[in-house]
């Protein structure tokens, strides 16, 4: 379980990026992140990832607060979370191989297990055979699957993905998407951050929309039965 309680953000310039955000999420589960450029997708992302610390209130991650740990312990988590960011952040002088590698490397796993897992994940991706190709050298999907390797590589049991579809065209979009519905599957938790109404629509899930730093609506899809959302209707 994912708890935020009382989360709020304010940068250092004095922009606040989140109000009050109080937020469950039960492991396993797979939830879109949505609202407008600016809402506070990224910024609830980051806070998550520790990649910056929140303002007030308190992040648990199970039964451990992750809001304000040291950079040892911040490394530590981040061998259970996995971040896809939207511009990927490929080292492009690097082959494909040692992009997926390097989380693995700086763990100092012993090189046979790395290039066995990382052939494995590769091999999940459709992409073992451009393990030697730079990023430069791929499309954009395939350059996203690769982020996606590397995010996963790790195993995480959270899976971040920041905008993962947004440079794609639809048929990647849905490709990447139905590769993250697997990974879930497999017991990721997935948090998503999306602008694309397309998808909310094509894949259904709990879906929680940001408007100025708060939480304007948390519903869960529709189903066949019963229409169970927690508030209105976005
Ligand atoms: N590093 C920063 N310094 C100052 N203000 C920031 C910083 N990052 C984000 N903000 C501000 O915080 C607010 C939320 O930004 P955030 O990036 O979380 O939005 P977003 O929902 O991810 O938007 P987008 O859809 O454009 O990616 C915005 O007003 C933004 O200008
Ligand atoms: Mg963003």
């Given at each position: ?174 490709e990447i ?6 990974i879930n ?50």
């Open positions: 379980m994912i708890q935020l309680c009382n989360i709020g953000k304010v940068y250092d310039n004095g922009a606040p990026a989140l109000h009050d955000i109080n937020l469950k999420i039960p492991s396993g589960d797979f939830v879109y992140i949505t609202g407008s450029s600016g809402a506070g997708k990224s910024t609830l992302l980051r806070l998550l990832y520790c990649a910056d610390r929140p303002s007030r209130g308190q992040i648990l991650m199970g039964e451990r607060n992750i809001t304000r740990l040291r950079p040892r312990s911040v490394a530590l988590l981040r061998r259970e979370i996995g971040f896809v960011f939207q511009d990927f952040k490929l080292l492009n002088k690097r082959t494909v191989f040692e992009n997926v590698a390097l989380p693995l490397q700086v763990q100092g796993l012993a090189k046979q297990e790395i290039q066995s897992r990382v052939y494995q994940l590769l091999q999940y991706v459709g992409l073992e055979y451009k393990l030697q190709r730079k990023p430069l050298e791929l499309s954009g999907g395939e350059q996203q699957r690769v982020a996606i390797a590397r995010a996963m590589i790790v195993r995480p049991r959270v899976l971040l993905a920041d905008e993962p579809t947004g440079n794609l065209d639809s048929d990647l979009a849905i998407m139905e590769m993250f519905t697997r599957h497999e017991g990721t938790t997935v948090l998503l951050a999306t602008h694309d109404r397309e998808l909310l629509d094509r894949f259904p899930r709990r879906t929680i929309v940001l408007k100025g730093g708060h939480i304007v609506s948390d519903t869960l899809p529709q189903t066949a039965e019963e229409t169970p959302s927690k508030e209105e209707a976005i």
